[in-house]
């Protein structure tokens, strides 16, 4: 059985596996964070009482091509997903968060989470990958399901065309603000905001979703670009402020925290995965194709078809 290493537990790292699992490959997985989500995450807090639920990453997804409509099927049947129609005809949500289609996914796969690869090496036995704890490998193959910002500082050696076809394509930063209300907002779940945000959304008005009166709050991209650097405090506040005057008079939230996105919303590729099956190397994510979630699904299965029939 082949071995394959995926760089990237997100919905690149995850739709490859899957895909090179049913080829045969004895898949694993390598993820920087602690749990499952990438950018489809969300948490909970319990403050002054009070459970709020948020999905502080991607808020929906859509699917349009038909072999990921058939996979947003499998996890309708499944009741991890539903559809939100205040985003739109076509949008689907997480159930009871975003991040349960992510957590649903890996639970199929041995990931090691928590784990930092610094840099891989390759030789005749195959990739090896370097960690603060030590190597893990060879493997057969390897695949990079990152950011495109990540790439190249562990391929440069190796590929240096996928490298500078990852630096072309840099991501947009987002700052996130979380909000948790003691009472419910006469605000409509879904309004229409102007910079500097570009999104909000009541997460409890989400099919599936509960806790209390939970708002997440995406900036724009050139708000966070110019901001990126202030501190998580001043954000809050700044969004909070913005939040109010475009809505009404609040009242004060009990809970308000930020995160900072830094690789928030790809650029779009277009092209699918880069595959190399001459050193058993793919890279797969949303930025090679389009910033959707869909995108990274396809491009993630792309990488391992890539890999399998090489």
């Known amino acids: 059985m082949r071995s394959m290493a995926i760089i990237g537990a997100g919905m690149a790292g995850l739709s490859c596996a899957a895909r090179a699992a049913e080829a045969g490959c004895d898949v694993r997985l390598f993820d920087k964070g602690r749990r499952p989500g990438g950018r489809l995450s ?6 002054e009482g009070l459970d709020f639920a ?3 990453g991607a808020q929906y997804l859509t699917a349009r091509d ?3 409509r058939a996979q947003v ?5 499944a009741g991890i997903v539903a559809r939100w129609p205040a985003a739109g005809a076509d949008a689907w949500v997480g159930t009871p968060a975003m991040a349960t289609i992510p957590a649903h996914m890996a ?6 989470w928590s784990t930092h ?3 891989v090496a390759r030789d005749a036995t195959g990739w090896t990958l370097v960690h603060d704890e030590g190597c893990e490998g060879p493997f057969d193959a390897l695949v990079l399901a990152i950011p495109a910002e990540q790439v190249g500082p562990l391929i440069a050696a190796h590929d240096p065309g996928l490298a500078q076809r990852a630096a072309a394509c840099p991501s947009a930063p987002c700052w996130t603000v979380m909000l948790g209300f003691d009472t419910r907002l006469s605000v409509a779940d879904v309004p229409a905001l102007r910079d500097p945000i570009d999104w909000a959304a009541r997460n409890p008005a989400k099919p599936g979703h509960g806790g209390g009166e939970a708002w997440t709050i995406h900036a724009t991209e050139d708000w966070s670009r110019r901001h990126l650097e202030r501190d998580a405090a001043s954000v809050t506040a700044s969004l909070l402020r913005a939040f109010e005057e475009q809505t009404g008079s609040l009242p004060p939230p009990v809970h308000a925290a930020a995160h900072r996105w830094r690789y928030a919303r790809s650029a779009k590729g277009g092209t699918g995965a880069h595959v190399r099956p001459d050193i058993a190397l793919a890279a797969c994510g949303d930025w090679l194709i389009a910033p959707r979630v869909e995108s990274a699904w396809m491009s993630g299965r792309q990488a391992a ?5 090489g």
């Open 42 to 47: 969300s948490k909970t807090v319990f403050a």
């Open 54 to 56: 948020f999905d502080y």
């Open 66 to 68: 038909p072999l990921f």
């Open 73 to 77: 099927a499998d996890w309708e049947k």
């Open 107 to 112: 639970g199929a796969h041995p990931v090691r």
């Open 117 to 119: 690869i610094r840099s």
């Open 305 to 309: 078809d890539g890999l399998s029939s």
